[in-house]
């Protein structure tokens, strides 16, 4: 291998590697947001049959008020660009469980491409290791 050969190994050894972080990032907030919707599906379901339900609703960050949830048998669901919509706690849990699935798959696409840029990473340091050997 010669010296530049060498340097673009060296390179796209660097350009993988910020790929990775970057989609190790991408991952965690991912994992985070299945988090919530899961957190989200659970309360709901507790709130099934419930006539009113007392609930802590938050302010800021670790800051709560008390409030009581009167209607339990309607929610309202933002569908995207500034629109809500009333919906019944099942179709509400739909709307979370489609929306799980969905990030769920992309979640497996991502560790995918991150263990392929695993794997191209490692192909190129024994291609490098082997020259220099």
């Not at 993988?16 to 990032?25: C, G, S, T, V």
């Not at 709901?44 to 800051?63: M, N, Q, R, Y």
């Amino acid at each position: 291998m010669n010296e530049e050969e060498a340097r673009e190994a060296y390179f796209e050894l660097r350009v993988i590697e910020e790929q990775m972080k970057q989609l190790q990032h991408q991952i965690a907030q991912l994992e985070s947001q299945i988090s919530e919707f899961e957190t989200a599906l659970s309360s709901l379901k507790e709130l099934e049959g419930k006539d009113e339900e007392e609930a802590f609703v938050p302010v800021s960050s670790g800051i709560y008020a008390k409030a009581r949830i009167s209607d339990t048998k309607k929610f309202i669901v933002s569908i995207g660009a500034g629109v809500a919509v009333e919906k019944s706690p099942d179709e509400t849990a739909k709307i979370i469980e489609k929306q799980l699935a969905e990030m769920r798959q992309y979640r497996e696409q991502m560790i995918k491409g991150l263990q392929l840029l695993g794997a191209r990473a490692e192909e190129i340091e024994k291609k490098v290791a082997e020259e220099q050997g």
